[in-house]
């Protein structure tokens, strides 16, 4: 459960988050969604504890995360962009994270899902860019965490590590977890979402399915109904 009270951030003059509120109670698939500059980023890395609000409440569990980073051992996150160290082999990177996270983690089934084990030798500096997204992948999932923050996961991925992907989430959301997911795929996140939160200058301006969102905009076309919420009258 994660719940979120007029939650403000501000980056010098730049105010990015304008009193959020957003509750996520029920287990599923969320896509946060909305135009650059609109505050995902920025209320993903609060969730994360990688940015303090300067007003507002966020609480995971019930409990609230201000001064409580053991919360954070109940996500599994996956960033846009993975700033891998060069000189580690795929294999001692795994090790790493196991131990800085210390908790046993099961990498080998993903390992073999995404067909690293040619790669496990190698230096990530030597690595394609959709190669390190599926290492990434498996840092990410690897320890069965009730709460998962995905940022762009289909970045770079070929067409057969994208189907292995979508069927890993939805077996993740079988299992009853909170699964987090921005993309600029629409396809995908049509496929794949079962709430959208669409955030519009640092408020969520939209929470619900696709069907509600279809009606409220009028579009049969789920793309052209999140474009239409850009320029909806109440924008």
Do not use: C
Request: charged share 25%; hydrophobic share 45%.
């Amino acid at each position: 459960m994660i719940q979120i009270e007029q939650l403000h951030k501000r980056f010098g003059k730049n105010q990015v988050l304008k009193g959020i509120d957003l509750n996520i109670t029920q287990k599923g698939i969320f896509a946060i969604l909305g135009p650059n500059g609109s505050g995902k980023t920025t209320l993903i890395k609060a969730i994360l504890g990688m940015v303090v609000p300067n007003k507002g409440k966020l609480l995971v569990d019930s409990i609230s995360i201000k001064k409580n980073w053991k919360y954070r051992d109940q996500i599994d996150y996956l960033p846009q962009i993975a700033n891998f160290p060069p000189n580690l082999t795929v294999k001692e990177l795994i090790v790493m994270i196991k131990d800085l996270r210390n908790r046993p983690g099961e990498d080998k089934k993903l390992i073999e899902l995404f067909m690293l084990e040619p790669f496990l030798t190698k230096k990530l500096s030597n690595l394609s860019g959709g190669t390190k997204q599926k290492v990434n992948i498996v840092l990410s999932l690897m320890f069965d965490s009730p709460i998962i923050i995905l940022d762009e996961p289909t970045t770079g991925l070929d067409p057969i590590a994208l189907i292995r992907l979508k069927e890993l989430i939805k077996e993740e959301k079988a299992k009853g977890k909170i699964i987090l997911i921005t993309s600029h795929i629409m396809s995908f996140v049509e496929e794949m979402a079962d709430e959208i939160v669409f955030l519009l200058e640092g408020k969520v301006y939209f929470k619900g399915n696709i069907d509600a969102l279809k009606t409220q905009t009028k579009e049969a076309n789920f793309e052209r109904a999140i474009a239409n919420l850009l320029t909806y009258d109440n924008a």
